[in-house]
């Protein structure tokens, strides 16, 4: 089919659509409303047809017009009522059908359009800022999606309509059988909710809702994940204490999600186990904002968001396989200055993996390599390394006491995952410091804004050092290793960063152990990144113990402590190198812990 034909059927389709959706909410009665809805349903099957060999978009393409078909059949045998049909999947479906279209084949598909179009999108996001809100017909839209395992979903539902107060009429529940054959749909057509989404074509990533939710926040709910007390109010109250932010989460139960954002729990994650988990989180969940949490990057399993930000198109379709969706929110959400919270005051039980399950991984490929591509070629940056953190950063903060009033210095934040950190500290702590960022790679200059109070641009740290003169600051410390800053004199460069130190201040660096097994091993086998970069990254490896010899005899640097970072999962690599190692007549004498300790903290007060 030629492309001007494709485009001439989709408009016509979402014409016909939408004068159907229109003489329905008046109450109209139009004796030719059947007839359009099987003229749209003789289009569709054109465009499938058209679409058949498709891939990628234009394969959800081709799965939507298979399902506004479906939606047709079922109106005609009777199954859905015409206003249920169309308002709830026909339109959407359409909607959503010429979009993909124009996304795959007028914007991808041309370099300068797609970044046009990705500049067009970033900058209606940064204008929403400040923006007042427009009225709502409500508050929330709850939306629930499931692709079989009925038994979770059924837990699911049954802890929405606990635990969640419809009584106000300001809350929707929207749910969506995507194409389960389990009898998902006879059951969601039980409930007494009216908009439900039946696509019998399994569409991964259904984005159709967004053209029907009304609610002024949306909340996006797996049917892996079970509602607790309290769960919707405190996610209102985080969203409504700040304009900036753009998306809330809760903690859950810290098997069953990455990022660090669960915590320990004493239940089975079973459906035995539910009554007990009902009584951690009733005891767990009191409103408490010093536990609410700055996140770089968020993995909204569970999630209430700003609607008028989700739709201008937040879910970015090029992510055909489900992986790297979250990276990729995250990722537009910081660079145009919204905030994201975990709200660790707030439980919520996650089963885990029954959403997407299984279907991550079929194909050819992995779906984790191919969309970290994906991603590193729409940002320029890598998802995984240059998030900006490191575990056990919350033991180095421990060596400060904080204070109102203070101001930080972050050297190349990247995405600000320490920095994060950081200020979840003194939030803990209940202060609120002063961030500045010195941000040497200008990829990661967008990256600031969500949290940064000022950043500077600047290419070393005797640049900072000049650019700061003057200032002082309590804590400095970096998104990156210390070999990794742009530095050709270590401790000349920390002297001029310890001379940014107000009294009582301190410097915390992380340092990389080259002599790691974990180091060793990457060098082995992938270089010394597992990225997607044109060339692999290029750092100066420093010689911790020697390092150390020359601060313990500074007259400035020799107020210095460590934190050591072991990782369990090295465990067997250190077993495996140590009898490699053991006759080099130049290894230390505690090889183990040399190949054990991945790296340190390294802190030098004032």
């Known amino acids: 089919m030629e492309q001007e034909q494709m485009r001439s059927l989709l408009n016509i389709s979402v014409e016909a659509a939408s004068h159907i959706q229109g003489v329905l909410a008046r109450g109209e009665i139009e004796p030719a409303l059947e007839e359009i809805v099987d003229n749209l349903a003789q289009i569709a099957a054109h465009i499938e047809t058209a679409t058949v060999d498709a891939a990628g978009l234009m394969q959800k393409v081709h799965l939507y017009a298979k399902n506004v078909q479906a939606s047709v059949d079922d109106i005609r045998c009777g199954r859905t009522a015409l206003e249920c049909g169309v308002l709830w999947e026909i339109y959407p479906f359409v909607v959503e059908m010429q979009r993909l279209w124009h996304l795959a084949t007028e914007v991808l598909s041309d370099a300068s359009a797609r970044a046009g179009h990705q500049e067009r999108l970033m900058q209606a996001m940064k204008d929403l800022h400040g923006e007042p809100r427009t009225h709502y017909p409500y508050d929330v839209s709850i939306v629930l999606c499931a692709y079989n395992k009925l038994e979770y979903t059924k837990k699911a539902v049954e802890s929405i309509f606990a635990h969640t107060d419809f009584s106000s009429g300001r809350i929707e529940l929207i749910t969506i059988n995507n194409g389960s054959e389990d009898g998902t749909r006879e059951y969601f057509e039980r409930l007494p909710h009216r908009k439900k989404l039946n696509p019998r074509h399994n569409i991964l990533g259904i984005n159709s809702w967004q053209h029907i939710a009304e609610g002024k926040y949306i909340v996006g709910f797996s049917n892996d994940v079970v509602a607790t007390p309290h769960w919707l109010e405190h996610l209102r109250t985080a969203m409504e204490s700040d304009e900036r932010i753009a998306m809330a989460v809760p903690t859950c139960n810290e098997e069953s999600i990455s990022n660090l954002q669960g915590i ?138 904080f204070h109102a009033g203070e101001r930080v210095l972050v050297m190349e934040p990247r995405f600000g995952e320490l920095a994060c950190d950081l200020v979840n500290a003194y939030r803990r702590s209940g202060f609120v410091p002063h961030m500045t960022a010195a941000v040497f790679d200008e990829r990661y200059l967008p990256d600031t804004d969500y949290l940064f109070d000022e950043t500077m641009m600047t290419a070393s740290i005797a640049d900072v050092a000049a650019q700061c003169a003057g200032q002082r600051y309590d804590v400095i410390t970096a998104g990156c290793y210390l070999d990794e800053l742009p530095t050709t004199d270590v401790v000349a460069d920390l002297e001029r960063l310890y001379a940014l130190l107000a009294p009582g201040g301190i410097i915390i660096l992380p340092v990389r152990n080259p002599g790691s097994a974990y180091e060793l091993d990457c060098m082995m086998h992938a270089g010394t990144r597992e990225v997607y970069e044109p060339k692999t990254p290029r750092y100066a490896v420093i010689p911790y113990r020697q390092l150390l010899e020359r601060f313990h005899a500074h007259p400035l640097l020799h107020q210095y402590r460590v934190h050591s970072i072991l990782m369990k999962a090295d465990e067997e690599l250190v077993r495996r190198m140590k009898p490699l190692l053991r006759h080099d007549e130049d290894a230390p004498t505690d090889l183990e812990l040399s190949l054990s300790v991945r790296m340190f903290f390294l802190g030098i007060s004032k």
């Open 264 to 401: 320990p729990v004493p239940y089975a994650n079973t459906f035995e186990g539910m009554r007990e988990m009902q009584e951690f989180a009733a005891a767990h969940n009191h409103l408490d904002p010093a536990l609410w949490e700055e996140r770089s990057v968020l993995m909204p399993f569970l999630a209430i968001t700003r609607s008028d930000i989700y739709k201008l198109g937040l879910i970015d379709p090029i992510y055909t396989r489900g992986e790297f969706v979250d990276d990729d929110l995250s990722t537009l959400l910081r660079r145009t200055g919204w905030r994201q919270l975990l709200l660790k005051d707030t439980f919520v039980h996650h089963f885990g993996g029954v959403t997407l399950g299984a279907d991550r991984h079929k194909g050819a490929g992995n779906a984790l390599d191919e969309m970290r591509r994906v991603y590193y070629a729409k940002w320029g940056v890598d998802a995984w390394d240059s998030r900006g953190g490191f575990s056990g950063s919350e033991n180095a903060w421990a060596w400060h006491t």
